[in-house]
Protein backbone atom coordinates (compact mmCIF):
# COMPACT_ATOMS: atom_id res chain seq x y z
CA UNK A 1 0.00 0.00 0.00
CA UNK A 2 1.60 3.28 -1.20
CA UNK A 3 0.39 5.38 1.55
CA UNK A 4 1.29 4.76 5.35
CA UNK A 5 0.68 6.51 8.44
CA UNK A 6 -2.71 7.09 7.81
CA UNK A 7 -5.83 7.04 10.10
CA UNK A 8 -8.00 4.09 8.60
CA UNK A 9 -11.12 3.16 10.03
CA UNK A 10 -13.06 -0.09 9.16
CA UNK A 11 -16.68 -1.19 9.99
CA UNK A 12 -16.57 -4.63 10.11
CA UNK A 13 -13.69 -4.69 11.29
CA UNK A 14 -13.51 -8.04 13.42
CA UNK A 15 -14.07 -10.34 10.50
CA UNK A 16 -13.64 -11.40 6.40
CA UNK A 17 -12.37 -8.67 4.29
CA UNK A 18 -12.45 -5.75 7.22
CA UNK A 19 -9.86 -8.25 9.27
CA UNK A 20 -7.79 -8.50 6.32
CA UNK A 21 -7.73 -4.72 5.46
CA UNK A 22 -7.37 -3.87 8.76
CA UNK A 23 -4.23 -6.10 9.45
CA UNK A 24 -2.29 -5.22 6.02
CA UNK A 25 -2.98 -1.18 7.02
CA UNK A 26 -1.45 -2.05 10.20
CA UNK A 27 1.29 -3.79 9.17
CA UNK A 28 1.97 -0.42 6.47
CA UNK A 29 2.05 1.45 10.01
CA UNK A 30 -1.00 3.12 9.42
CA UNK A 31 -3.66 4.06 12.23
CA UNK A 32 -6.43 1.85 12.50
CA UNK A 33 -9.98 1.88 14.02
CA UNK A 34 -12.20 -1.35 13.94
CA UNK A 35 -15.76 -0.97 14.70
CA UNK A 36 -18.08 -3.88 15.24
CA UNK A 37 -20.08 -6.08 17.61
CA UNK A 38 -17.81 -9.03 17.91
CA UNK A 39 -15.63 -7.90 20.77
CA UNK A 40 -13.58 -11.20 20.04
CA UNK A 41 -13.27 -10.77 16.46
CA UNK A 42 -12.30 -7.54 16.74
CA UNK A 43 -9.07 -8.58 19.03
CA UNK A 44 -8.09 -11.60 16.82
CA UNK A 45 -7.79 -8.60 13.97
CA UNK A 46 -5.87 -6.32 16.55
CA UNK A 47 -3.75 -9.30 17.29
CA UNK A 48 0.09 -8.22 17.48
CA UNK A 49 -0.18 -4.98 16.63
CA UNK A 50 -0.70 -1.97 18.86
CA UNK A 51 -1.62 0.78 16.02
CA UNK A 52 -5.01 -1.41 16.25
CA UNK A 53 -8.22 0.07 18.46
CA UNK A 54 -11.29 -1.42 18.88
CA UNK A 55 -14.43 -0.17 19.38
CA UNK A 56 -17.99 -2.03 19.76
CA UNK A 57 -20.56 -0.08 17.77
CA UNK A 58 -23.58 -1.34 15.62
CA UNK A 59 -23.64 0.51 12.87
CA UNK A 60 -27.56 1.12 12.67
CA UNK A 61 -26.89 3.00 15.91
CA UNK A 62 -26.27 6.84 14.61
CA UNK A 63 -25.59 8.32 18.02
CA UNK A 64 -23.10 5.63 19.34
CA UNK A 65 -21.32 5.80 15.54
CA UNK A 66 -20.78 9.50 16.23
CA UNK A 67 -19.69 9.28 19.32
CA UNK A 68 -17.18 6.75 18.33
CA UNK A 69 -15.99 8.81 15.11
CA UNK A 70 -15.28 11.49 17.73
CA UNK A 71 -13.55 8.99 19.75
CA UNK A 72 -11.40 7.89 17.23
CA UNK A 73 -10.58 11.46 16.13
CA UNK A 74 -9.69 12.60 19.55
CA UNK A 75 -7.21 9.21 19.72
CA UNK A 76 -5.35 8.98 16.33
CA UNK A 77 -6.38 12.07 14.70
CA UNK A 78 -8.86 12.72 11.46
CA UNK A 79 -10.21 10.12 9.44
CA UNK A 80 -8.05 9.50 6.15
CA UNK A 81 -9.81 6.13 5.01
CA UNK A 82 -13.28 4.25 5.35
CA UNK A 83 -13.53 1.41 4.83
CA UNK A 84 -17.48 0.04 4.96
CA UNK A 85 -17.80 -3.56 5.86
CA UNK A 86 -20.37 -4.67 7.96
CA UNK A 87 -23.12 -6.42 6.76
CA UNK A 88 -25.19 -9.80 7.75
CA UNK A 89 -26.61 -12.16 4.46
CA UNK A 90 -29.41 -14.37 5.65
CA UNK A 91 -30.78 -16.09 2.55
CA UNK A 92 -34.42 -16.88 1.83
CA UNK A 93 -37.40 -16.87 -0.39
CA UNK A 94 -38.97 -13.46 0.13
CA UNK A 95 -42.90 -14.79 1.25
CA UNK A 96 -41.15 -16.83 3.85
CA UNK A 97 -38.96 -15.04 5.20
CA UNK A 98 -38.91 -13.31 8.78
CA UNK A 99 -40.23 -9.78 8.74
CA UNK A 100 -37.64 -8.66 10.79
CA UNK A 101 -34.70 -10.05 9.34
CA UNK A 102 -35.64 -8.40 5.83
CA UNK A 103 -35.44 -5.27 7.69
CA UNK A 104 -32.05 -5.85 9.94
CA UNK A 105 -30.27 -6.65 6.84
CA UNK A 106 -31.28 -2.93 5.45
CA UNK A 107 -30.90 -1.12 8.39
CA UNK A 108 -27.44 -2.57 8.92
CA UNK A 109 -26.00 -3.22 5.45
CA UNK A 110 -27.64 0.04 3.84
CA UNK A 111 -28.46 2.16 7.39
CA UNK A 112 -25.40 1.62 8.84
CA UNK A 113 -23.10 2.88 5.65
CA UNK A 114 -25.30 6.13 5.70
CA UNK A 115 -24.70 6.57 9.11
CA UNK A 116 -20.85 5.94 8.91
CA UNK A 117 -21.02 8.25 6.17
CA UNK A 118 -22.74 11.36 7.55
CA UNK A 119 -20.33 10.58 10.62
CA UNK A 120 -17.02 10.86 8.34
CA UNK A 121 -17.36 12.17 5.36
CA UNK A 122 -18.42 15.49 5.92
CA UNK A 123 -15.10 15.78 7.47
CA UNK A 124 -13.17 14.15 4.17
CA UNK A 125 -14.60 16.34 2.04
CA UNK A 126 -13.77 19.90 4.06
CA UNK A 127 -10.32 18.33 4.23
CA UNK A 128 -10.12 17.63 0.58
CA UNK A 129 -8.80 14.75 0.95
CA UNK A 130 -9.62 10.96 1.84
CA UNK A 131 -10.21 7.47 1.02
CA UNK A 132 -14.29 6.09 0.50
CA UNK A 133 -14.48 2.62 0.30
CA UNK A 134 -18.44 1.09 0.36
CA UNK A 135 -18.84 -2.60 -0.04
CA UNK A 136 -21.30 -3.34 -2.50
CA UNK A 137 -21.20 -7.20 -4.10
CA UNK A 138 -22.39 -8.51 -7.87
CA UNK A 139 -25.64 -8.81 -5.74
CA UNK A 140 -25.87 -5.37 -6.15
CA UNK A 141 -26.58 -5.61 -9.46
CA UNK A 142 -27.53 -9.10 -9.98
CA UNK A 143 -30.96 -10.52 -8.41
CA UNK A 144 -31.36 -13.69 -8.06
CA UNK A 145 -34.00 -16.70 -6.41
CA UNK A 146 -33.56 -16.60 -2.82
CA UNK A 147 -31.01 -13.48 -2.23
CA UNK A 148 -34.28 -10.67 -2.75
CA UNK A 149 -33.48 -8.98 0.88
CA UNK A 150 -29.37 -8.98 0.34
CA UNK A 151 -29.82 -7.80 -3.02
CA UNK A 152 -31.81 -4.88 -2.21
CA UNK A 153 -29.63 -3.86 0.54
CA UNK A 154 -26.31 -3.83 -2.10
CA UNK A 155 -28.88 -2.47 -4.69
CA UNK A 156 -29.52 0.24 -2.37
CA UNK A 157 -25.84 0.48 -1.18
CA UNK A 158 -24.21 0.90 -4.92
CA UNK A 159 -27.00 3.78 -5.60
CA UNK A 160 -25.91 5.39 -2.73
CA UNK A 161 -22.22 5.05 -3.11
CA UNK A 162 -22.40 6.32 -6.72
CA UNK A 163 -24.88 9.03 -6.01
CA UNK A 164 -22.00 10.70 -2.90
CA UNK A 165 -19.92 9.88 -5.69
CA UNK A 166 -21.14 12.29 -8.42
CA UNK A 167 -22.56 14.52 -5.72
CA UNK A 168 -18.70 14.71 -4.13
CA UNK A 169 -16.98 14.80 -7.77
CA UNK A 170 -13.54 17.17 -7.71
CA UNK A 171 -13.07 17.12 -4.01
CA UNK A 172 -10.19 15.38 -3.35
CA UNK A 173 -11.66 12.10 -1.86
CA UNK A 174 -11.26 8.75 -4.06
CA UNK A 175 -14.62 6.90 -3.75
CA UNK A 176 -14.24 3.26 -4.69
CA UNK A 177 -18.08 0.62 -4.38
CA UNK A 178 -16.48 -3.11 -4.35
CA UNK A 179 -18.50 -5.57 -5.94
CA UNK A 180 -17.16 -9.23 -5.61
CA UNK A 181 -18.16 -12.28 -6.30
CA UNK A 182 -18.46 -14.82 -3.16
CA UNK A 183 -15.72 -14.06 -1.22
CA UNK A 184 -13.86 -16.59 1.47
CA UNK A 185 -15.48 -15.46 4.84
CA UNK A 186 -17.42 -16.08 7.87
CA UNK A 187 -20.18 -14.52 5.70
CA UNK A 188 -20.56 -17.08 3.24
CA UNK A 189 -21.91 -19.60 6.35
CA UNK A 190 -24.94 -17.40 7.35
CA UNK A 191 -26.08 -17.95 3.12
CA UNK A 192 -25.28 -21.58 3.51
CA UNK A 193 -27.25 -21.91 6.65
CA UNK A 194 -30.73 -20.17 5.62
CA UNK A 195 -31.34 -20.88 2.32
CA UNK A 196 -27.96 -21.07 0.16
CA UNK A 197 -29.08 -20.70 -4.13
CA UNK A 198 -27.78 -23.07 -6.56
CA UNK A 199 -26.78 -20.92 -8.85
CA UNK A 200 -23.38 -20.23 -6.38
CA UNK A 201 -22.53 -23.78 -5.78
CA UNK A 202 -21.84 -23.43 -9.77
CA UNK A 203 -19.94 -20.29 -9.44
CA UNK A 204 -16.36 -22.33 -8.61
CA UNK A 205 -14.36 -21.62 -5.50
CA UNK A 206 -14.69 -18.27 -3.44
CA UNK A 207 -11.97 -16.15 -4.42
CA UNK A 208 -9.59 -15.01 -1.24
CA UNK A 209 -10.11 -12.04 0.69
CA UNK A 210 -6.97 -10.10 -0.12
CA UNK A 211 -8.06 -10.97 -4.03
CA UNK A 212 -10.26 -7.90 -3.12
CA UNK A 213 -8.48 -5.83 -1.15
CA UNK A 214 -5.63 -6.01 -3.83
CA UNK A 215 -7.85 -4.82 -6.26
CA UNK A 216 -9.51 -1.91 -4.25
CA UNK A 217 -5.91 -0.60 -4.01
CA UNK A 218 -5.56 -0.85 -7.69
CA UNK A 219 -8.86 0.73 -8.80
CA UNK A 220 -8.01 3.64 -6.31
CA UNK A 221 -4.97 4.62 -7.42
CA UNK A 222 -6.31 4.16 -11.04
CA UNK A 223 -9.57 6.36 -10.38
CA UNK A 224 -11.87 3.76 -11.36
CA UNK A 225 -15.16 3.87 -9.15
CA UNK A 226 -16.28 0.27 -9.59
CA UNK A 227 -14.11 -2.52 -8.33
CA UNK A 228 -14.45 -5.98 -10.33
CA UNK A 229 -12.06 -8.25 -8.35
CA UNK A 230 -12.46 -10.44 -10.60
CA UNK A 231 -13.11 -10.61 -14.83
CA UNK A 232 -15.74 -13.11 -14.21
CA UNK A 233 -17.46 -10.54 -11.89
CA UNK A 234 -17.29 -7.93 -14.93
CA UNK A 235 -18.53 -10.19 -17.36
CA UNK A 236 -21.34 -11.04 -15.33
CA UNK A 237 -22.48 -7.68 -14.70
CA UNK A 238 -22.32 -6.55 -17.98
CA UNK A 239 -24.16 -9.72 -19.12
CA UNK A 240 -27.03 -9.09 -16.64
CA UNK A 241 -26.74 -5.11 -18.13
CA UNK A 242 -27.30 -6.39 -21.50
CA UNK A 243 -29.55 -9.34 -21.31
CA UNK A 244 -30.86 -9.70 -17.71
CA UNK A 245 -34.14 -12.17 -19.11
CA UNK A 246 -30.93 -14.56 -20.25
CA UNK A 247 -29.66 -14.78 -16.33
CA UNK A 248 -32.98 -14.96 -15.19
CA UNK A 249 -33.50 -17.78 -17.36
CA UNK A 250 -30.58 -19.80 -16.08
CA UNK A 251 -31.86 -19.26 -12.39
CA UNK A 252 -34.81 -20.24 -12.83
CA UNK A 253 -33.56 -23.51 -14.75
CA UNK A 254 -30.69 -23.92 -12.16
CA UNK A 255 -32.99 -23.21 -9.21
CA UNK A 256 -35.78 -25.91 -10.49
CA UNK A 257 -38.75 -22.82 -9.94
N1 LIG B 1 -18.08 -12.70 1.58
C1 LIG B 1 -18.65 -12.52 0.39
O1 LIG B 1 -18.88 -13.47 -0.37
C2 LIG B 1 -19.00 -11.13 -0.07
C3 LIG B 1 -19.22 -10.93 -1.45
C4 LIG B 1 -19.56 -9.67 -1.90
C5 LIG B 1 -19.66 -8.62 -1.00
N2 LIG B 1 -19.46 -8.84 0.34
C6 LIG B 1 -19.60 -7.70 1.24
O2 LIG B 1 -18.30 -7.40 1.76
C7 LIG B 1 -18.43 -6.83 3.07
C8 LIG B 1 -17.54 -7.59 4.04
O3 LIG B 1 -18.04 -8.93 4.11
P1 LIG B 1 -17.25 -10.14 4.78
O4 LIG B 1 -17.45 -11.27 3.86
O5 LIG B 1 -15.91 -9.72 5.18
O6 LIG B 1 -18.19 -10.39 6.06
P2 LIG B 1 -17.90 -10.96 7.52
O7 LIG B 1 -19.15 -11.62 7.98
O8 LIG B 1 -16.64 -11.75 7.54
O9 LIG B 1 -17.69 -9.61 8.36
C9 LIG B 1 -18.74 -8.71 8.57
C10 LIG B 1 -18.57 -8.09 9.94
O10 LIG B 1 -19.65 -7.16 10.13
C11 LIG B 1 -19.97 -7.18 11.51
N3 LIG B 1 -21.31 -6.65 11.76
C12 LIG B 1 -22.51 -7.23 11.47
N4 LIG B 1 -23.51 -6.47 11.92
C13 LIG B 1 -22.94 -5.37 12.51
C14 LIG B 1 -23.47 -4.22 13.15
N5 LIG B 1 -24.79 -4.03 13.30
N6 LIG B 1 -22.59 -3.29 13.62
C15 LIG B 1 -21.26 -3.48 13.49
N7 LIG B 1 -20.71 -4.55 12.90
C16 LIG B 1 -21.54 -5.48 12.40
C17 LIG B 1 -19.89 -8.68 11.86
O11 LIG B 1 -19.79 -8.87 13.28
C18 LIG B 1 -18.65 -9.10 11.09
O12 LIG B 1 -17.49 -9.03 11.90
C19 LIG B 1 -19.92 -6.92 3.41
O13 LIG B 1 -20.52 -5.67 3.14
C20 LIG B 1 -20.46 -7.96 2.45
O14 LIG B 1 -21.83 -7.78 2.19
C21 LIG B 1 -19.11 -10.07 0.81
Known amino acids: MA ?86 MPFGILLE ?12 NYGGLVNITQAVLPGMVARGRGDFVSFASMAGWI ?54 PKMLENQGEPIAPAVVIDAIEDCLQRGKFFVYPTRDAKIGVLMRRLLPGLIWKQVHQVEGF
Not at 99 to 108: D, E, G, R, T, V
Request: some cysteine; overall charge negative.
Open 3 to 88: DSKRVVLITGGGSGMGREAARRFAAAGDAVALFDLNTQGMEETAAGFDNVRSWQVDVTDFEAVCAAVAEVETAFGPVDRLYNCAAI
Open 97 to 108: QDNAIIHKQMAI
Open 143 to 196: PMLKTGAYTATKFAVRAFTETLHHENLNCGVRFACVCPPAVATPLLKQGKESAW
